[in-house]
């Protein structure tokens, strides 16, 4: 069961009890074991006699920590003891308010607007085309008079943006850039990459678009011709007038046509070993392996791509 979050703790606190799980787990007290066994991954395959005498690091206790209070990680639970007020939304950059507008729900916005300071409604208001700010100032003025519950709730939604963006900074060991990603690339080709380290160039590259945004990924397309597709879905996302559900059928096309291409190339050796195997005439084999790699790549069903609402 989770921890209940103190209503007054901060940074410090959790600092302070994050140390205390850390010794209370080297002492052998039970709860601490147990909480350790529960929430750090390493722990849980463990025998109970391996499990006591491992050595838990303070980054590993605040791992733990967090998840008990509900938290999937550290960053996420300090970004929410700090996390900033309403009034810190005008802070927001372009590109900020921007990815905010498309993860809120517009009602939730427009009630979250009533009544707000000004300054924070044209944060908002200058980020949107001149038909959806009317709209919004319609749907504004339309409300009038809102509970202040449904408006406190509305920006406590707005804010916790502010909680998964914190969270994301922190995480980041630097202030990462096109160079950076660039140098990557360069001392391992995306090709070479182990999935995990895709995972992880994939992340700093989501990083970077939504602190810089989408053009700082332009000087990156020509890192990645190895990989046409990668190379191909650079160019298309940095479009301005590429939109995600665009983006997604093309995308799914050159999937697919890079999968026939592949089947039919590996259909073809397939076959031709084997003719070669049984002894069969050149021509003859290589008629039969044509024929049957063109039709095996016929076959082939469309491969499934996530819907673009999905993303």
């Not at 606190?13 to 074991?33: C, I, P």
């Amino acid at each position: 069961m989770s921890m209940s979050l103190p209503e007054r703790a901060n940074l410090e606190f959790l600092k302070k009890q994050s140390k205390d799980l850390q010794r209370a787990f080297a002492a052998g007290e039970a709860e601490a074991v147990s909480r350790i066994h529960q929430y750090l991954p390493r722990a849980r395959s463990l025998a109970q006699d391996q499990l006591v005498a491992m050595e838990l690091s303070l980054q590993e206790a605040q791992h733990a920590l967090a998840c008990a209070y509900g938290f999937a990680r550290w960053e996420a639970l300090t970004a929410a003891v700090e996390a900033p007020g309403f009034g810190d939304l005008a802070k927001l950059t372009d590109r900020e308010i921007q990815i905010l507008l498309r993860e809120v729900d517009q009602k939730v916005l427009v009630t979250a607007l009533v009544d707000a300071p000004p300054n924070i409604v044209e944060r908002f208001l200058q980020n949107m085309s001149e038909r959806v700010r009317g709209f919004i100032r319609t749907e504004i003025d339309f409300l009038g008079s809102v509970p202040a519950a449904d408006v406190a709730a509305a920006r406590q939604q707005l804010t916790t943006y502010f909680v998964e963006e914190a969270a994301d900074i922190a995480a980041m060991s630097r202030e990462l850039s096109t160079e950076d990603l660039a140098a990557v690339l360069q001392e391992k080709p995306m090709r070479a990459m182990t999935l995990a380290q895709l995972v992880d160039f994939f992340r700093d590259l989501a990083i970077l678009a939504r602190r810089r945004g989408l053009q700082a990924l332009v000087a990156l397309i020509d890192q990645v011709q190895d990989d046409a597709v990668m190379a191909m879905g650079l160019a298309m996302i940095v479009q301005p007038d590429m939109s995600p559900g665009q983006f997604m059928e093309r995308a799914g096309q050159q999937l697919q046509d890079e999968r026939v291409a592949l089947r039919r190339r590996h259909c073809l050796v397939i076959k031709g070993m084997a003719g070669i195997q049984a002894g069969r005439k050149p021509d003859a084999l290589i008629a039969e392996a044509r024929e049957w790699a063109q039709m095996q790549a016929q076959a082939l069903p469309m491969a499934l791509t996530p819907q673009a609402t999905l993303l």
